[in-house]
């Protein structure tokens, strides 16, 4: 399956990071901090890098960074915003392929990005995950990192309030999203080995307007996930009147307080990693 079927980025690229932030910045230095190289020694590929907001994020950190993004108006922001950044490099290419040479990177990220490669969870069906996984493995020096952001089932239906509001939606994008333990298995079969996984908890992928009571009402908010992409019109309407009745009666607030109970617990993402 090719990732812009159900995902509309060359619509959206120009108000992404109104929707995205880029969240556990803190967790991708540790795991990188993991290589004997020092990081500012160290040249990191982000691979479907998007807008580029993990490079700005990070890129006084490294030596080098590299972006490979599959959508043009996606690899177009990050241009843009990067344009002043001599020490990074950004390209057009498609994963599970990774158009680099053998050992060619100390770090290498996938942030949010599995499950756009066509995997089948409900299939078992995971070949574009095991060539991804082989593909970092070949281009990552010897004690390279990778370091792989995604969320768990359980996140995809807890961890984003607005999920209840779209549960087909979510259990269909959920078998995009191979198992956090079925990423394990594969980068130990790799050949991967002090493999882990962080979770944050304190730090929502969307960042601030989050907790907009009025959020689904509006496209811009609806755009910063794949999920609504997946709603169809006849369920979109009757979310849109359910949320505009629980704004009207006051139930919006109490609402969003027992989904953040649950959102508090689990998170929204899962980062795994592992050494080469
Ligand atoms: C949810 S966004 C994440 C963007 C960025 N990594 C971030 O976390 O801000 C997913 C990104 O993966 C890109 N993508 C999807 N399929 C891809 C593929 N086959 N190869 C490269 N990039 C891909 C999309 O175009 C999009 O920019």
Redesign the pocket.
Request: glycine fraction near 10%.
């Given at each position: 399956m090719?990732?812009?079927e159900y995902?509309k980025?060359h619509e959206t690229?120009a108000n992404?990071d109104q929707t995205?932030t880029?969240v556990g910045l803190e967790i991708v230095l540790g795991c990188f901090a993991g290589s004997p190289q020092p990081l500012s020694a160290q040249t990191i590929l982000?691979?479907?890098?998007?807008?580029?907001?993990?490079i700005k994020a990070l890129n006084d950190k490294f030596g080098y960074l590299h972006g490979?993004?599959?959508?043009e108006n996606?690899l177009s922001e990050a241009q843009k915003k990067l344009k002043e950044t001599p020490n990074v490099r950004l390209g057009l290419?498609?994963?599970?392929d990774i158009p680099y040479d053998e050992q060619s990177f100390h770090g290498l990220m996938?942030?949010?990005?599995v499950h756009?490669?066509g995997n089948d969870n409900s299939k078992e069906e995971f070949g574009p995950l095991r060539k991804l996984v082989q593909e970092a493995h070949r281009v990552l020096r010897p004690d390279g990192v990778v370091v792989l952001?995604t969320s768990s089932q359980r996140q995809l239906r807890d961890g984003f309030w607005w999920a209840d509001l779209i549960p087909e939606a979510v259990e269909s994008i959920a078998r995009r999203f191979p198992p956090i333990e079925k990423i394990e298995e594969v980068l130990q079969a790799t050949g991967f080995h002090s493999i882990g996984k962080i979770v944050p908890l304190h730090e929502v992928?969307q960042g601030q307007g989050y907790l907009d009571p009025q959020g689904p009402l509006k496209k811009t908010y609806r755009d910063g996930?794949?999920t609504w992409s997946l709603v169809s019109d006849e369920q979109l309407n009757a979310v849109l009147k359910r949320v505009r009745a629980m704004n009207e009666q006051g139930t919006m607030t109490t609402y969003l307080e027992q989904r953040e109970e649950l959102r508090r617990d689990v998170g929204q993402a899962t980062f795994v990693f592992g050494s080469k």
């Open positions: 090719n990732s812009s995902e980025y690229a992404y995205r880029p982000d691979a479907g890098c998007g807008t580029g907001s993990y490979l993004e599959f959508n996606m290419g498609e994963l599970p996938f942030n949010q990005v756009h490669l952001n992928l996930d794949s």
